[in-house]
Each structure stands twice: as C-alpha cells, then as structure tokens.
C-alpha cells in the first residue's frame, strides 16, 4: 500500500497537514482492524548524499510511526524502517520520477 498524500516540509520529516488527513484514515483502519500489523517504509530520491537521504527516510517513517501511535494504535503493531534512496519505483533523471521516488510505503505485515 502506498500512501498518496503523505507529504512533508522540504528536507524535513515534519508531516504537512494534508498527510494527517492521509494517516487519520490509516490509523482508523488499524484501529477496526487489531489484528493488522505493519511496516512503515521512508524512501527518498537520489538527490542529496546517500547517508542524508537514509536518515531523512528513517526520520520520516518514524514520523508516520508517531502519529499513528499518537492516534491511538498500538505501538506493538508498528515497525518502521528508512531505505533511502535504495528502492526507487521510477527514474530518477526526471523530476517527475524523483518524485514518486520520494513516497512512504506501508506493508501489511
């Protein structure tokens, strides 16, 4: 599952507004749903060095992490993991790629 609309502030992984609406529907689906666990997954484009971009993603998937907990899921349901700029879905020589390059990803566990 890849969410849509989960956007954060430029090279930050303060959660925009709009992303709360996103993750609000998660966290309601968690919550109907006590026996899904997940995997919260950061990923990044290629722009920047390569250890920026795997904290930047961790930072981000663990923002996610916290506002869902926040939400009032279970923690032990959570994992969250940062992959950087390892895993693109698209090329990166295009702005249009790098963008959806730059994506949080939630697998159901």
Known sequence: MVLE???FELDSYEL???SKIELDGLADFLRDNPT?????GG???NLGQAAYNQ???ENRAK?????????????????YKG???????????TEEGRAK?????ITIL
């Open 5 to 7: 609309n989960i956007f």
């Open 16 to 18: 925009r507004s709009e």
């Open 36 to 40: 899904v666990s997940i995997l919260i």
């Open 43 to 45: 990923h990044t484009d």
């Open 55 to 57: 904290s930047l993603s």
């Open 63 to 79: 923002s996610v992490y916290s506002y869902l907990v926040k939400g009032g899921v279970d923690a032990s349901r959570l994992k």
């Open 83 to 93: 992959f950087g700029m390892n895993q693109p879905i698209a090329d990166n020589e």
């Open 101 to 105: 390059n730059r994506r949080t990803e």
